[in-house]
C-alpha cells in the first residue's frame, strides 16, 4: 500500500547575516546587549551563551573585548605604528640584494642575510 505524504516547507528569513563559510554574524550593539543581559542574569557564561544559543567561545570573546573596553567588539584594535632605528655594520662583501616579507606585510631590503635576520628578531621583539 503506499501512502501519500505531502511535506510543507517554509522559509523564514529571520534578518541574520552570515560569513562566507555560513556563520552568523551578531552586530555590535546585540554582542553589547548580551553581555549586559548576562552580568544581570547571574548565570555563567557557558549558560548563558547556552540559553541563548550562541557559542560559548564566542560569548566570552564578546565579554573579555567588552572588559577591555571593546564595547563586545570581537576583532581586535589596530596597534600604533611605531619605527625604531637600527644600525647594523656594512657588509665588507657586495652581496646580492635580498628581499623579507612579513607576515604583517612589512618589507624589509638589504644585501646582508646575516644583518637582515637580526633586524626581524629586532621587529619581533
Known amino acids: 500500500m503506499v501512502t501519500n505524504t505531502t511535506v510543507t516547507t517554509e522559509l523564514v528569513e529571520t534578518g541574520e547575516q552570515r560569513d562566507r563559510i555560513g556563520r552568523r554574524i551578531t552586530p555590535a550593539a546585540r554582542r553589547a546587549e548580551l553581555v549586559a543581559a548576562w552580568r544581570?542574569?547571574?548565570l555563567t557564561q557557558a549558560a548563558f551563551a547556552r540559553r541563548e544559543g550562541v557559542?560559548?567561545?564566542?560569548?566570552?570573546?564578546?565579554?573579555?573585548?567588552?572588559r577591555r573596553g571593546g564595547g563586545g567588539a570581537s576583532k581586535p584594535k589596530m596597534a600604533a605604528v611605531?619605527?625604531?632605528?637600527v644600525r647594523l655594520p656594512r657588509p665588507t662583501v657586495a652581496?646580492?640584494?635580498?628581499?623579507?616579507?612579513?607576515?604583517?606585510g612589512t618589507v624589509l631590503r638589504g644585501t646582508?642575510?646575516?644583518e637582515?635576520?637580526?633586524l626581524v628578531r629586532a621587529l619581533r621583539g
Open 116 to 118: 637582515l635576520a637580526t
Open 95 to 104: 652581496a646580492l640584494p635580498l628581499e623579507v616579507r612579513l607576515p604583517d
Open 112 to 114: 646582508h642575510a646575516a
Open 40 to 42: 544581570e542574569s547571574g
Open 55 to 66: 557559542t560559548y567561545s564566542s560569548f566570552a570573546a564578546w565579554v573579555q573585548a567588552a
Open 82 to 85: 611605531q619605527f625604531t632605528e
